[in-house]
């Protein structure tokens, strides 16, 4: 399994930094340009950790993609609402591509923790693919990562838009940040604590 300080870090390159960045710029440059600014760290982490390690980082591609997506959501004018919400769904398209991935063979973690475990050390994401195979355990414990982290980027979502959009636009902007980081908070806190928990029943 992948060490509890991974969770921390994935958090702080791919949620904490790009969050910050977008609201340090929104007012300057609009929901579109803070959103593209938003995308600035991660481009960042990943052109260095290309040229550094040789690993191309997963879940860095998956926000990047999902910041992609938000941006030609706002473009269209059927998402004139969405604009006026302040809130560009970012974490509910992860939340839903989490979830897509569950039916599949093998679901969204699988690849996320294969490509965190391969920069460690060379050889470790095919030990990983080894116990993919022969651990029952293992697999039902990401599938199980995957739905919970798709629930909550989605549930998480769900409450920041009818915040924004049935409260006053400080409160709802105020209140909505607050569940963001609540909702990554608890869901790094829970998969670090499952993760300690799976060790110690294998062991």
Not at 36 to 65: G, K, N, Q, Y
Not at 157 to 162: G, L, S
Request: with cysteine; charged share 15%; proline share 4%.
């Amino acid at each position: 399994m992948i060490p509890s300080s991974r969770y921390a870090f994935a958090f702080v390159v791919n949620a904490a930094l790009p969050a910050a960045v977008y609201w340090l710029t929104l007012a300057r440059l609009g929901v579109p340009g803070a959103l593209a600014a938003s995308a600035a760290p991660l481009l960042a982490w990943m052109i260095f950790d290309l040229v550094r390690f040789r690993h191309f980082d997963a879940l860095s591609a998956l926000v990047l993609a999902s910041i992609g997506m938000s941006l030609v959501v706002l473009a269209s004018a059927s998402a004139r609402w969405l604009s006026e919400a302040r809130e560009p769904l970012v974490s509910g398209v992860i939340g839903v591509i989490f979830l897509l991935s569950l039916p599949l063979e093998r679901p969204l973690v699988f690849y996320l923790g294969r490509s965190t475990l391969s920069r460690e050390r060379s050889g470790r994401e095919r030990e990983f693919d080894e116990m993919w195979q022969n651990r029952p355990a293992l697999v039902r414990s990401i599938r199980l990562m995957t739905a919970v982290w798709g629930l909550g980027l989605v549930g998480e979502n769900a409450v920041r838009i009818w915040l924004v959009c049935c409260t006053g636009a400080q409160n709802g902007d105020r209140l909505s940040m607050i569940v963001r980081y609540a909702t990554y908070f608890g869901l790094t806190a829970w998969s670090i604590v499952y993760r300690n928990r799976y060790v110690k029943r294998q062991a």
